[in-house]
């Protein structure tokens, strides 16, 4: 291309494309009766958005995902990473938001037009599915309906490429692998996990006896609280014993391994460590993602609820009964969110020793 073609005017119309897209609303109303359903343009421009934003989501993810499949990921890097995550979550709240606007359409508005859509939904949005993909919601945790695999309502060009990002490496997985590559947890006389364990044990002891000097307390809510304490005791030896978190991991209640597991709770336990602030960053923001997207799930099964009740959708699933099961079954990152139950007061926490403390350190001189 010549300088002066390169530079050659373009005017806003085209530069959008904006015939195309100003041309892409056709309620069918208007085409099967020839009366147009006055909210019918809304639903149609509100999917529509709905998409636009999904490709930008799409666009922002796959480059996280290169980052993350790439063979040496630096600071730099996970600024990156961090600034493109935080553009997707702020894409979500707006998601979220925008179904405001949705519900301006009342139920018996959205009666006047619902039986064209028919067997049109959601449920056969194929950007959505890539969506979740790139995230790491896989096949076997997926819920459906009707027996269907998901993928049967998609032509065959499409589950060609689902299938072949399924079988590539998700968000999840990098970010597994990228944990389990964390140094600093051995260190000369410092070995991170023992030491942690040891502040755990003397966290509940402390608590424990908290619990039985108290004059407040009558003997059995004593009792009680104790073996909510020992409860406690059982997930930090569940998660944190090894050989215990594979048989969790095998049983498909967790999904991180046992080493990124310990990589996460390293790193949001010294966050306050230079070094460790990028990927503190990059964990809250997969983990805001995750919330999001969560929110998403609960705020469309909420209007679901109040547009059609309990009907069964035009793509023939039960309705709001599947949709409010997938608010927690859909969660990818649920691992990251369970490293809270794991914390300890900071006051309780090993000070990291001299020589560790000073290679997470940032030094100009
Ligand atoms: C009046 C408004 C809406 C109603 C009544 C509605 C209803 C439903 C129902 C019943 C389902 C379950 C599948 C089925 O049986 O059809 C579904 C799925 C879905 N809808 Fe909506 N929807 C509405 C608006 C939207 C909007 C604005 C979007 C934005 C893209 C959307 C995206 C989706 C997606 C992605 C699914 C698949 C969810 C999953 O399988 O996890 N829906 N919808």
Redesign the pocket.
Known sequence: MSPSDKYKTIHYQSYLNLDKLLDSQHPRSLQVEGKLAHDEML?II??QV??LW?KQIIHELTSVHQILASQKIDERDIGIMVHRLSRVNKIMKLAVDQ?DV?ET?TPLD?LDFRDYLFPA???Q?FQ?RIFEIILGLNDKKRLT?NNEH?KSVFNEAQKQEIKSLEDSKSIHFLIQKWLERMPFFKHKNFEFLSSYKEAVKQMIEKESALINQSHHLNNSEKEMRLKMLEGNQDYFDQVLDEQKHNQLLKDGSITFSFKATVAALFIRLYRDQPILQGPYQLLTSLKDLDERLTNW?SR?AQ??LR??GKK??????P??D??AK?VEK?QVFSDLLNISTLLIPRDQLQPLPAEIEKELGFYFH
């Open positions: 639903f509100v999917h709905y998409e999904f179904i949705l359409m959205f939904s959601g449920f949005s959505f309906y998901y799930r469309h209007m679901v547009m059609i069964i959708g035009t793509g023939g699933s309705g709001f599947y949709l997938t859909h």
